[in-house]
């Protein structure tokens, strides 16, 4: 009985010097981020020296090339470029809508082509017929839809406080919405932006063609001109849309994942890997989508190297080339990984932006919730509270189909803001705040390394 008593008044003893140690470590990180950072200043230089990086574009190659040079600057143990082949699609120079008012005037509205949307050949006009909901539009006949514009006026519910529910809610419009329409015979489909705030930003974003069903053209409108055109209908009964754009798709291109290793030292040949994406829309610079997940990791991998950090297990810094219209980058490296016979254990990513952290989604078995729910004392000083079962990311969610074991983690920063900026040409640097940014990587790099220490 004695013994017991002696046992677990040790391992207890234990517990609490391996927390006491964490605590230390994780302040230690925190500290190095805040006043020695580099986050910043990279994302300044991602955004401003290489700007909008759409796959397939001069700027994507050029991210790549900064990627590299970035991670050979910080010295990791290995730095090299992994082949993709991805999709390439270009807005082209020509995008323009109007609403025709029948009065004669012409109102000229903000709208960008959606991505993968075919372009108009030449200004094409139609009448316009609006859908408040996807459903709504499914629910219609050729006799209200043949031959118009349909206008897809769906807004994300401003009551949902996880603003990515409100987001995925909206999605059918964008990512189907052409389709729905041509099943019917309609000409070209505008939607209501996905974005929460009353503004004259139009957000792009991917949309796919279902097989068999005509492609038409795809634009979003700003939130407020979806509501002029809305309360336009409602007076007038039925208007004209006039609206040209010459985007187009082009040959399949290879381009590249970066990667950047720092070797483990008990069980090198298993892998965490950590990243975000490094392609972006071509509106903006991409600053929170995704630049802030690349200098998240980017940082929080240089912040372990300058602590001095041995890790366990080899940790893995991967920029995604291709999330937005393709996710090539992500099963690219799924795949490449299973084929080489890798052994991965974990994957973290962070593609929610750069605002000020709440805490991580889990997606793994009962063992990594209950792991990742333990974490949360350790963050409370930073005040991170969100340690909860969710998604972990676009681009590391690949790997759950060749290891089904291993543990996905999502960096959750506070998404009130997020859909002000998404695939919006405000998606820039000045809207990302310094401290906010820092944080993150300071939080990114605490995840890291408490998951290279707990798991096996
Ligand atoms: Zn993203």
Request: a negative charge; one cysteine or more.
């Amino acid at each position: 009985m004695r013994l017991v008593c002696l046992l677990v008044v040790l391992l207890s003893a234990i517990n609490l010097e391996a927390q006491q140690s964490d605590s230390a470590f994780i302040r230690k990180i925190f500290n190095e981020a805040l006043s020695e950072g580099h986050a910043y200043e990279d994302l300044r230089s991602l955004c401003k020296d290489v700007g909008a990086r759409l796959t397939g574009s001069a700027e994507a190659a050029m991210a790549v090339k900064w990627g590299r040079h970035k991670m050979e600057g910080y010295g990791f143990d290995s730095v090299y470029l992994q082949d993709i082949t991805v999709p390439h699609w270009e807005r082209g120079t020509t995008e323009a809508g109007w609403i025709k008012h029948p009065d004669g005037k012409l109102l000229k509205v903000h709208l960008l082509a959606l991505g993968g949307s075919v372009g108009t050949d030449g200004l094409i006009e139609g009448e316009v017929v609006e859908f408040k909901h996807i459903d709504s539009l499914k629910n219609s006949s050729r006799e209200e839809v043949e031959g118009k514009i349909v206008f897809l006026n769906q807004p994300m519910d401003e009551q949902m406080i996880n603003t990515f529910r409100a987001y995925g809610a909206c999605y059918p419009i964008r990512g189907h919405g052409a389709s729905e329409a041509a099943v019917f015979g309609a000409k070209a489909v505008i939607i209501r932006s996905l974005g929460l705030p009353l503004d004259h930003h139009p957000h792009t974003g991917s949309m796919q063609y279902k097989e068999g069903v005509d492609k038409i053209p795809a634009a979003a409108l700003s939130t407020l001109d979806a509501e002029q055109l809305s309360s336009l209908i409602k007076e007038e009964g039925t208007l004209r849309f006039a609206i040209e754009m010459d985007c187009r798709n082009y040959p399949d291109q290879q381009s590249h994942n970066v990667i950047g290793e720092m070797r483990g030292q008990e069980s090198q040949e298993k892998f965490i890997s950590f990243g975000g994406h490094l392609d972006s829309w071509d509106t903006g610079e991409g600053a929170h989508d995704d630049g802030a997940g690349i200098v998240h990791c980017l940082e929080a991998l240089r912040i372990l190297k300058e602590l001095g950090y041995q890790p366990r297990h080899t940790l893995r810094l991967v920029f995604f080339m291709n999330e937005e219209n393709g996710n090539m980058g992500g099963k690219s490296y799924a795949q490449i990984a299973h084929e080489k016979g890798e052994q991965h254990i974990a994957a973290l990513e962070s593609d929610r932006g750069g605002f000020t952290p709440r805490g991580f989604s889990c997606d793994g078995n009962e063992t990594h919730q209950a792991m990742n729910e333990r974490f949360a004392p350790l963050f409370k000083p930073y005040l991170l509270h969100k340690f909860e079962e969710g998604y972990g990311g676009v681009d590391i969610s690949p790997l759950k189909d060749y290891y089904p074991d291993i543990a996905l983690f999502g960096f959750l920063p506070d998404s009130q803001r997020y859909f002000d900026f998404h695939h919006a040409p405000s998606d820039v640097f000045e809207n990302v705040n310094k401290r906010e940014l820092e944080l993150g990587a300071a939080s990114m790099a605490a995840m890291i390394y408490l998951v290279d220490q707990r798991m096996e």
